[in-house]
């Protein structure tokens, strides 16, 4: 069962280019970095990229079967050294207890807030609950993963980058994923914010806002049976992004040739936000539609 979650780490996965690459090997050579939600998706291909660049590399999530999982695959390829903890970033203190783990072997270098949690619905169905289940890890993780990295940066002289993973939301709104649309964009808010505070202090602050890059969880959570079919098309690219795309741009922005990138959110979607929210065939659905989503949502 657990096979079916694994990310395909072999090289070149999702693109048409095999290990061909704009970087030089040692480009993240020395770099320590944290990425959340790391055991699977976007996450495990960022990471995957950063430890071939030579990085050291800390994956974290609830799951620790999966991300062991991972971190082997990761090791076996590369032959980077990777570590995997489990944590709950919906816990402050648990966050603090996993950076206290981290730092007694040294400073993080840099910090991806990639862990995040969502789905389509009415939104005013949304009981509190299924809010809060969006709002914590999205919104809540990244805010105290960037607060505890930024405090023993601080603390400690030490330089830092914090790239975080959000959405063209935060530019077009989005009809039916709400809270994550809010998370999102109270994150690019802390990117800005925080720019200008820390940037003084040596730490940058930047983000991404992908398109379409396909991965099994958000495709069960946000394309269910009876969705547009035809939405890669309408791209002005007339694709999804491939997911060592996304790699190479975040292996870029957290490397030292982008130390003058600060407060800035790279959007890399295609042009397709500039056509459409990405979310309009859905407010064509009928009540019955919007009903079998939520008994599937339950049933998961």
Sequence with gaps: MLASFLPDLTPGHNTGRGNQTMFEKGLLAGKRILVTGGGSGLGAAMGRRFVELGAELIICGRRLEL???TAAQMRSDPGGKVTAIRCDLRDGTAVDAMLDAIWREGPLDVLVNNAAATFIAQTEQLSFRAAD????PTLHGAMYCTLGAGK????????????SILSTSTITGRAFTVPSAMAKSAILAMTKSLAVEWGPKGIRTVAIAPGAFPTAGASRQLRPEGRDEGWASRNPLGRAGEHRELADL???LISDAASYINGEMVVQDGGSHLRSSGAEDLLAW????????RAARSKS
Excluded: M, P
């Design 152 to 163: 023993r940066w601080i603390e400690g002289k030490h330089k830092g980058v914090v790239l």
């Design 250 to 252: 975040a292996s870029f």
């Design 286 to 293: 009928t009540d019955a539609q919007w009903e079998k989503q």
């Design 133 to 136: 289940a969006i709002l914590a």
């Design 67 to 69: 991300l062991e999982a």
